[in-house]
């Protein structure tokens, strides 16, 4: 099945190409074509799969390639898209949805506890996409650190905000302050593993010199680490993107020949390559139509709700950024809403919901529902907002990474 896959993902890349369309989106279109004609009939998209296979490597490789100059000059953007950012997009989400919900009457009792769990639910981004364009389109470096560095970070927040919203959803007791306490214990969990993990291996790398060794250690500590975070009660993601960026940072350019950094580069690019190329076609076979279709009123008021959503939390960051030195242009800001994505990783939460949970085939549908729209729409029309707003080779007024 992996190797019909393969060959799915082949064709598709040829085609996409051809067609001048973002490889991601062609990758979801197969998946639903060939998941509505029950030709192929893959692995299901399960968390178990998502988390073991699929999370580690894709984190791992963008934190390996993320320079950590700057994502240091943008911290204050970065961090507040991806901890308060994402808190607020849930709460706005909530708010926004659950009046809506009750006047269309798309479910009996949708209260706001239920609006906030679809929010935890697809809160996360998933910029593939829309990176793979930018390095087209010769987008500002900068622009592109912004997008990547949220989705890493908030990949790792989404999960631990999901799960105590759920939580206190399920009435187990859950108070804001040990909610708060929780927060900080998972994060700080994993960027202790991270930060453990990723220096054990830089430390391997410099004492050795055999290619395949070293990018064998950068294997053990992708998988490694998100393994070792979420084993210890900590935050698997934020663990996976500690580790990667004192791999690519610190042991990449010290402790690696340059023969070696460039196989390992495209070691793991090949990798991330791969692992979307399947992830991707398996978010479009987990998708069925026709039940989309039935449920189009709910999907297109949950879209718009988590498009407008974003949009306010995004004019608060640039306001609040406004008077530092990391101030986002107004087109920026525009980009950065079309920018977010969701993607796998809201569709494996959602299935996750327990099964007794009211309103459970409602919020599956929408979140389903949201994610093939943001990346069909958004991911379709992403080139053109890029040159109505001048951004790209040729742009000119735009500020430096």
Same mark, same amino acid.
């Given at each position: 099945?992996?190797?019909?896959?393969?060959?799915?993902?082949?064709?598709?890349?040829?085609?996409?190409?051809?067609?001048?369309?973002?490889?991601?989106?062609?990758?979801?279109?197969?998946?639903?074509?060939?998941?509505?004609?029950?030709?192929?009939?893959?692995?299901?998209?399960?968390?178990?799969?998502?988390?073991?296979?699929?999370?580690?490597?894709?984190?791992?490789?963008?934190?390996?390639?993320?320079?950590?100059?700057?994502?240091?000059?943008?911290?204050?953007?970065?961090?507040?898209?991806?901890?308060?950012?994402?808190?607020?997009?849930?709460?706005?989400?909530?708010?926004?949805?659950?009046?809506?919900?009750?006047?269309?009457?798309?479910?009996?009792?949708?209260?706001?506890?239920?609006?906030?769990?679809?929010?935890?639910?697809?809160?996360?981004?998933?910029?593939?996409?829309?990176?793979?364009?930018?390095?087209?389109?010769?987008?500002?470096?900068?622009?592109?650190?912004?997008?990547?560095?949220?989705?890493?970070?908030?990949?790792?927040?989404?999960?631990?905000?999901?799960?105590?919203?759920?939580?206190?959803?399920?009435?187990?007791?859950?108070?804001?302050?040990?909610?708060?306490?929780?927060?900080?214990?998972?994060?700080?969990?994993?960027?202790?593993?991270?930060?453990?993990?990723?220096?054990?291996?830089?430390?391997?790398?410099?004492?050795?010199?055999?290619?395949?060794?070293?990018?064998?250690?950068?294997?053990?500590?992708?998988?490694?680490?998100?393994?070792?975070?979420?084993?210890?009660?900590?935050?698997?993601?934020?663990?996976?993107?500690?580790?990667?960026?004192?791999?690519?940072?610190?042991?990449?350019?010290?402790?690696?020949?340059?023969?070696?950094?460039?196989?390992?580069?495209?070691?793991?690019?090949?990798?991330?390559?791969?692992?979307?190329?399947?992830?991707?076609?398996?978010?479009?076979?987990?998708?069925?139509?026709?039940?989309?279709?039935?449920?189009?009123?709910?999907?297109?008021?949950?879209?718009?709700?988590?498009?407008?959503?974003?949009?306010?939390?995004?004019?608060?960051?640039?306001?609040?950024?406004?008077?530092? +030195?990391?101030? =986002?242009?107004?087109?920026?800001?525009? $980009?950065? *809403?079309?920018?977010? %994505?969701?993607? !796998? @990783?809201? #569709?494996?939460?959602?299935?996750?919901?327990?099964?007794?949970?009211?309103? +459970?085939?409602? =919020?599956?549908?929408?979140?389903?529902? $949201?994610? *093939?729209?943001?990346? %069909?729409?958004? !991911? @379709?029309? #992403?080139?053109?907002?890029?040159?109505?707003?001048?951004?790209?080779?040729?742009?000119?007024?735009?500020?430096?990474?």
């Amino acid at each position: 099945m992996l190797i019909v896959l393969f060959a799915v993902a082949t064709a598709v890349a040829l085609v996409a190409r051809r067609l001048r369309i973002p490889y991601t989106v062609g990758l979801v279109v197969a998946g639903l074509v060939l998941g509505s004609s029950s030709l192929i009939h893959p692995p299901r998209l399960t968390k178990e799969l998502l988390f073991s296979v699929f999370l580690p490597g894709l984190i791992f490789e963008a934190a390996f390639h993320l320079e950590f100059g700057r994502f240091r000059r943008n911290k204050l953007a970065i961090s507040a898209l991806a901890l308060p950012g994402v808190a607020a997009a849930i709460l706005v989400t909530g708010v926004l949805f659950t009046p809506i919900a009750r006047v269309f009457q798309f479910a009996g009792d949708f209260r706001l506890v239920h609006g906030l769990v679809f929010g935890a639910l697809i809160s996360a981004t998933d910029p593939i996409a829309v990176v793979s364009l930018f390095k087209t389109l010769g987008v500002p470096a900068r622009l592109g650190v912004l997008i990547e560095g949220e989705s890493l970070l908030n990949d790792g927040t989404a999960v631990v905000f999901f799960s105590l919203v759920l939580g206190i959803a399920t009435g187990n007791g859950v108070t804001v302050g040990a909610a708060t306490w929780q927060f900080v214990q998972v994060v700080g969990i994993g960027a202790v593993v991270g930060g453990g993990v990723g220096f054990v291996a830089s430390r391997l790398i410099h004492t050795i010199d055999d290619a395949m060794i070293e990018i064998t250690i950068t294997t053990v500590a992708a998988y490694g680490s998100f393994a070792l975070g979420e084993g210890l009660r900590g935050s698997g993601v934020i663990a996976t993107v500690v580790a990667g960026m004192l791999c690519g940072n610190y042991a990449a350019p010290s402790g690696m020949s340059p023969g070696t950094r460039m196989a390992a580069e495209a070691f793991w690019e090949y990798a991330a390559f791969a692992l979307n190329s399947v992830v991707f076609l398996l978010i479009g076979f987990e998708v069925r139509l026709s039940q989309l279709l039935d449920s189009w009123r709910p999907i297109v008021a949950a879209y718009l709700t988590v498009t407008v959503g974003r949009a306010l939390v995004i004019a608060a960051v640039g306001l609040l950024l406004r008077p530092t +030195r990391e101030r =986002l242009p107004p087109s920026w800001g525009v $980009v950065l *809403v079309w920018g977010g %994505l969701r993607g !796998g @990783l809201s #569709m494996v939460l959602a299935l996750a919901l327990p099964s007794d949970f009211i309103h +459970r085939d409602l =919020l599956i549908t929408m979140t389903f529902g $949201v994610v *093939v729209l943001s990346i %069909l729409l958004q !991911g @379709l029309t #992403m080139s053109t907002l890029l040159r109505r707003l001048g951004i790209g080779d040729g742009a000119a007024g735009v500020s430096s990474p």
